[in-house]
């Protein structure tokens, strides 16, 4: 079935160091790629997404690449800071009409000061 | 301001009970989903609707039920909790078409606990 792979599991930086997540998704058809960011005690909260159509997205200190062909997406947080620790979710969704994300099974960032 | 809430953070129950976890959105949103997280699996979809009165079957819904008689509330039951049902249980909801049609809202999560 449908599935992605999300690695690592967790990941500790020193603070102002860069932080890389990278997912692996399945089905060929989605088109959809958005992450989410859980902090304690909260639900995710969506931080970006990128679409088929692009490569690259950035928006301030976070950036998401998409490599269609590989199927292969990733996060990258840039000189990272102390409230960026939390656990992080990649997803994937495709355009069947059932709004579905599949999502991955989340990496968990300490950025230490 | 995009509002999904529920209706417990804890709930602690005993095995065989029926308990129903409720979830209400503020954004007219149509799709409504109910997700449990555990540690290493992620989030894994039960059940979610995208009318009212209409459900479908996430990749996990055994031993659960939905019911969503009005378009701002979505119910999950458990209709003879286990303790292997012990987990977070989290609602999110999104709207279905537009430029943001994706983005799914997620409330605060509700923590089970099955004794």
């Known amino acids: 079935g449908e599935n992605v792979e999300q690695h690592p599991s967790t990941l500790s930086v020193q603070e102002g160091d860069s932080a890389v997540i990278k997912c692996t998704y399945s089905?060929?058809?989605?088109?959809?790629f958005p992450w989410y960011k859980q902090e304690l005690g909260k639900g995710p909260q969506l931080i970006i997404d990128?679409?088929?159509?692009?490569g690259e997205k950035k928006d301030q200190r976070i950036a998401v690449t998409l490599n269609k062909t590989a199927k292969h997406f990733s996060l990258h947080i840039t000189e990272t800071q102390p409230e960026d620790s939390a656990v992080y979710f990649c997803?994937?969704?495709?355009?069947?009409?059932?709004?579905?994300?599949?999502f991955g099974t989340g990496t968990r960032l300490k950025v230490l000061a | 301001d995009v509002k999904v809430t529920q209706s417990s953070r804890y709930l602690v129950k005993r095995t065989g009970e029926k308990v129903f976890l409720e979830c209400v959105q503020d954004?007219?949103?149509?799709?409504m989903f109910w997700y449990r997280q555990d540690p290493g699996l992620g989030l894994r979809l039960i059940y979610f609707?995208?009318?009212?009165?209409?459900?479908e079957k996430g990749d996990i819904p055994e031993g659960y039920s939905v019911s969503r008689e009005k378009k701002e509330r979505f119910s999950l039951i458990l209709e003879s909790a286990s303790t292997n049902q012990t987990s977070m249980y989290l609602c999110?909801?999104?709207?279905?078409?537009?430029?943001?049609?994706?983005?799914?809202?997620f409330g605060p999560g509700t923590r089970l606990t099955v004794l």
């Open positions: 954004m007219d949103h149509e799709n």
């Open positions: 609707s995208y009318d009212v009165k209409m459900k």
């Open positions: 999110a909801s999104s709207v279905r078409q537009g430029p943001s049609y994706n983005e799914q809202f």
């Open positions: 089905d060929s058809a989605s088109n959809y």
């Open positions: 990128i679409r088929s159509n692009v």
């Open positions: 997803a994937a969704s495709n355009p069947s009409g059932t709004y579905k994300y599949i």
